[in-house]
């Protein structure tokens, strides 16, 4: 991700501008000490499956720790961003309802 000196990346499996979707689904991956530095917030409702390892996630007001197993369910405009401190990768599987609008269903 952009300005994250290689510490977050993410890996896409559906094209979000792909219309003939209304999902997006990426792994998202931090690397120890990667960090969302600022909370931010998305219109629509998602998913979050940790996949592996262990970070705080700041929800709303609160910071919580997450670790493999744990599912998340964000309302739209949650506030929210994440901090990895562990000593291995975090990883997550992100689901977002996507196109909505492109396709006419709201």
Same mark, same amino acid.
């Given at each position: ?12 499996? /559906?094209? !979000? ?15 120890? =000490? #990667?960090?969302? %530095? ?27 720790? /997450?670790? !493999? ?15 990895? =401190? #562990?000593?291995? %990768? ?17």
């Amino acid at each position: 991700m952009p300005n994250s000196n290689g510490t977050w990346f993410t890996k896409r499996f /559906v094209d !979000a501008n792909d219309v003939r979707h209304d999902m997006h689904v990426n792994i998202v991956t931090f690397q120890p =000490g #990667g960090v969302i %530095p600022f909370a931010e917030t998305h219109v629509m409702e998602h998913g979050i499956f940790i996949l592996e390892g262990k970070a705080v996630y700041h929800l709303n007001q609160d910071w919580v720790e /997450v670790e !493999a197993g744990v599912f998340l369910w964000l309302r739209p405009f949650c506030p929210q961003a994440c901090y990895a =401190g #562990g000593p291995g %990768p975090f990883r997550y599987l992100l689901f977002k309802r996507e196109n909505v609008k492109k396709k006419g269903l709201f």
